[in-house]
């Protein structure tokens, strides 16, 4: 007997891929193995999921929709009496993600991530990015590009240098909306980050993003102005400006990955 498959649900920002071929190409170019164990955010109707089990991963996915999770238990259960397959209900925001990234192998995360949350839920693989080896992400193509993009780029801001500090990014390819079920208003694309072997620590991580942040409140001011009222004074910032080569007249879009790594790190000394 065939299972019948819940609605998609707008106010969850269910967007159904069933494209086997789009599921292959996905864990073909982000080279998901079976030898890591795979958390999938958001797995809906299960085809990732199914394309997953038939590489034969181990996967760990969570869901917060009670009526696809109570699909999900009938279409998996051989998979999840062997335990191939763990289940969670839960949102994904919510959800500790230390409690399942735990073990002696690193994580791949994978997921069709519904995007009105697809930035935090970015944000949150970062913090975990000490147990992860990669993550790849069905987002929205312009989220992708943002993540992606290099200095001297009106797409580069405060998600870019995050994701970057952390990962290398790549958008692997696009995905039209006709692929979906239902279509969303956007065009999608498929990002793939590649967690650094040597990641930067959270002395470096913590006050680089700070000012980032910082900074980026205020993208079309000059760093000198952008960077006011920092924690150090102005004499101090633009002592600091002078020591790195770096313009104070620059805009925060100009600072490449390097520069605002060093500029955390000599104003963190300055403060």
């Known amino acids: 007997m065939s299972l019948s498959i819940p609605r998609p649900k707008k106010s969850l920002g269910q967007n159904f891929l069933f494209d086997k071929n789009i ?10 193995t079976a030898d890591l164990p795979v958390l999938e955010i958001g797995p809906g109707p299960g085809e990732l999921t199914q394309t997953l089990l038939n590489h034969g991963c181990v996967v760990v996915a969570i869901e ?3 009526d696809m999770v109570t699909y999900l238990q009938n279409r998996f259960k051989s998979q999840l009496a062997d335990g191939q397959l763990t289940l969670i209900k839960n949102d994904i925001l919510r959800e500790d993600w230390a409690r399942i990234l735990t073990g002696n192998k690193p994580w791949q995360v994978v997921g069709n991530i519904p995007y009105n949350i697809s930035t935090e839920i970015l944000f949150r693989f970062i913090d975990q990015r000490e147990h992860c080896e990669c993550g790849m992400f069905m987002v929205q193509k312009e989220v992708a590009e943002r993540v992606a993009a290099k200095h001297n780029n009106k797409a580069y801001g405060v998600l870019s240098i995050a994701v970057q500090l952390a990962t ?13 079920t239902p279509p969303p208003k956007v065009d999608s694309a498929v990002l793939f980050l590649d ?39 102005a004499e101090s910032v633009d002592n600091v ?6 313009s104070p007249k620059l805009r925060p ?17 300055s403060s």
Do not use: H
């Open 253 to 269: 879009e100009n600072l490449s990955l390097a520069d605002w790594v060093a500029l955390g790190q000599q104003l963190r000394q």
């Open 195 to 233: 967690c650094l072997t040597t990641p930067f620590p959270a002395d470096v991580y913590a006050p680089t993003m700070k000012i980032v942040r910082k900074a980026f409140q205020q993208r079309r001011k000059t760093l000198r102005n952008a960077l006011s009222g920092v924690g150090a004074s």
């Open 241 to 246: 400006f002078t020591l790195l080569s770096i």
């Open 168 to 180: 290398t990014p790549k958008l692997l390819f696009t995905v039209g909306r006709k692929s979906f």
């Open 64 to 66: 917060t929709d009670r």
């Open 23 to 32: 599921l292959e190409k996905m864990i073909r170019m982000g080279k998901i």
